[in-house]
T-cell receptor, first 114, second 113 residues
Framework: EAGVTQFPSHSVIEKGQTVTLRCDPISGHDNLYWYRRVMGKEIKFLLHFVKESKQDESGMPNNRFLAERTGGTYSTLKVQPAELEDSGVYFC????????????FGEGSRLTVL | GNSVTQMEGPVTLSEEAFLTINCTYTATGYPSLFWYVQYPGEGLQLLLKATKADDKGSNKGFEATYRKETTSFHLEKGSVQVSDSAVYFCARGNSGGYQKVTFGTGTKLQVIP
């Protein structure tokens, strides 16, 4: 069974450009989460989808970030326009139920904004 | 709000040394507690968990005990191996649910032969 996959693994862009990160969760997992780790600090929650609906987007830093999950399968996280402080590693995770006690993470997408 | 504090790294140990990575959490409600590990080039993996006070989570020789009185969940291993070199993250769930996990800053462990 394939795990959570993220693309790209590393993206280098200039300030003001747009980047779209993609996450494919484990098949059958209704819950999909985005997290971010900036400059070796803690991994911070961004948002949570249940199927195609945003359950909690309280961690989204500002309106330059847009997450979608059309059809309740894969998800995209777009940053437009990117700023220097957006650099970091963006992790996606999925889970089957809310109380399974385990999130399955992808390897992360490293974003570098120059 | 919910938060997790863990000891800063990096931690460098010789093979077969004893490992302790300290972790404390804010005492809001009765959260589940987790240790996640990220090996080089891989994603985060759940290492162990504990869901209530005095529970002990264990896996791969690692242990952590849910201590409500000290709000701690320290990670221990009696004899580390080179293959344990990784970044370790302490985390807590929301009280009553797991869907919004709060992580600590991570502790990088390097084990040298």
């Amino acid at each position: 069974e394939a795990g959570v996959t993220q693309f790209p693994s590393h993206s280098v862009i200039e300030k003001g450009q747009t980047v779209t990160l993609r996450c494919d969760p484990i098949s059958g997992h209704d819950n999909l989460y985005w997290y971010r780790r900036v400059m070796g600090k803690e991994i911070k929650f961004l948002l949570h989808f249940v199927k195609e609906s945003k359950q909690d987007e309280s961690g989204m830093p500002n309106n330059r970030f847009l997450a979608e999950r059309t059809g309740g399968t894969y998800s995209t996280l777009k940053v437009q326009p990117a700023e220097l402080e957006d650099s970091g590693v963006y992790f996606c995770a999925s889970s089957q139920g809310l109380n399974t006690g385990e999130l399955f993470f992808g390897e992360g997408s490293r974003l570098t904004v120059l | 709000g919910n938060s997790v504090t863990q000891m800063e790294g990096p931690v460098t140990l010789s093979e077969e040394a004893f490992l302790t990575i300290n972790c404390t959490y804010t005492a809001t409600g009765y959260p589940s507690l987790f240790w996640y590990v990220q090996y080089p080039g891989e994603g985060l993996q759940l290492l162990l968990k504990a869901t209530k006070a005095d529970d002990k989570g264990s896996n791969k020789g690692f242990e952590a005990t849910y201590r409500k009185e000290t709000t701690s969940f320290h990670l221990e291993k009696g004899s580390v191996q080179v293959s344990d070199s990784a970044v370790y993250f302490c985390a807590r769930g929301n009280s009553g649910g797991y869907q919004k996990v709060t992580f600590g800053t991570g502790t990088k462990l390097q084990v040298i032969p």
